[in-house]
């Protein structure tokens, strides 16, 4: 068996404003997303009901779990890393994603070299993968780690940055919808899978989590989730 921080509930923690998987209204209210319905769905199969935590920074995310003392799960676009895997175990990958850079419709760069230039800024989520990346990857950049998505990509939008690293899934998403006078300028093939976390001292929820997942998997929910929330059963 398993165990729960608060009986009969699986306990979720969650970092908002990555659309499509987890997103809310302007004012807080109504946090939905294809990570949302996902954890939402894997809850009512396992008989519990679906306790999902006000939102928390993203770089806050693992600790919780790994503290073991607050949530369940966490679910958030969280990729599987190495490092990562050190402090929480992870579910079966659910999603395949890789990186982007996007910038102003009006930009001239188009391509990484473009970006990787002394004197230019480059926004990411602190504590993601693509901040990892860009790190790394643009070196001469000027790398400025904010608290999420949103500061990224108003700041970028108003010319306080020249680009911003991104989940591609995400910045495609923001991109058509939100950010219009945005757009991706360069895909980064980065191979990324996501997971859910899960404390280490919780091995038996991993696995009946997994069961779920690969039932959610050939019994076709799992792209119908896909379609609703990407247009495509084949993800991202």
């Given at each position: 068996?398993?165990?729960?921080?608060?009986?009969?509930?699986?306990?979720?923690?969650?970092?908002?404003?990555?659309?499509?998987?987890?997103f809310?209204e302007?004012?807080?209210?109504?946090?939905?997303?294809?990570?949302?319905?996902l954890i939402?769905?894997?809850?009512?199969?396992?008989?519990l009901?679906?306790n999902?935590?006000?939102?928390?920074?993203?770089?806050?995310?693992?600790?919780?779990?790994?503290?073991?003392?607050?949530?369940?799960?966490?679910i958030?676009?969280?990729?599987?890393?190495?490092?990562?895997?050190?402090?929480?175990?992870?579910?079966?990958?659910?999603?395949?994603?890789?990186q982007?850079?996007?910038?102003?419709?009006?930009?001239?760069r188009?391509?990484?070299?473009?970006?990787n230039?002394?004197?230019?800024?480059?926004?990411?989520?602190s504590?993601?993968?693509?901040?990892?990346?860009?790190?790394?990857n643009?070196s001469?950049a000027?790398?400025?780690?904010?608290?999420d998505?949103?500061?990224?990509?108003?700041g970028?939008?108003?010319?306080?940055y020249?680009?911003v690293?991104?989940?591609?899934?995400?910045a495609?998403?923001?991109?058509?919808?939100s950010?219009?006078d945005?757009?991706?300028?360069?895909?980064?093939?980065?191979?990324?899978?996501?997971?859910?976390a899960i404390?280490?001292?919780?091995?038996?929820?991993?696995s009946?989590?997994?069961?779920?997942?690969?039932?959610?998997?050939?019994d076709?929910s799992?792209?119908?989730?896909?379609v609703?929330w990407?247009g495509?059963?084949?993800g991202?």
């Amino acid at each position: 068996t398993y165990t729960l921080v608060n009986e009969n509930q699986l306990t979720v923690v969650y970092s908002n404003g990555f659309p499509p998987m987890e997103f809310s209204e302007s004012d807080g209210s109504s946090t939905q997303g294809f990570d949302i319905d996902l954890i939402k769905a894997i809850a009512e199969k396992l008989g519990l009901e679906c306790n999902i935590l006000p939102t928390q920074k993203f770089d806050t995310l693992i600790p919780t779990i790994e503290a073991g003392d607050k949530a369940d799960v966490c679910i958030s676009a969280l990729t599987i890393t190495d490092e990562r895997k050190e402090e929480v175990d992870f579910t079966d990958p659910y999603l395949d994603s890789n990186q982007s850079i996007l910038a102003l419709n009006t930009s001239t760069r188009s391509s990484e070299e473009d970006f990787n230039q002394d004197g230019v800024k480059i926004a990411c989520s602190s504590g993601t993968t693509g901040e990892t990346w860009a790190q790394e990857n643009l070196s001469k950049a000027t790398i400025v780690p904010l608290d999420d998505y949103v500061a990224c990509f108003t700041g970028c939008e108003s010319g306080l940055y020249d680009g911003v690293v991104a989940d591609l899934p995400v910045a495609e998403y923001l991109c058509t919808n939100s950010y219009k006078d945005l757009k991706v300028l360069v895909e980064i093939p980065t191979g990324e899978q996501y997971g859910i976390a899960i404390s280490k001292d919780n091995p038996n929820l991993t696995s009946a989590i997994n069961d779920i997942l690969s039932t959610m998997e050939s019994d076709g929910s799992m792209d119908t989730l896909k379609v609703q929330w990407f247009g495509t059963s084949e993800g991202l």
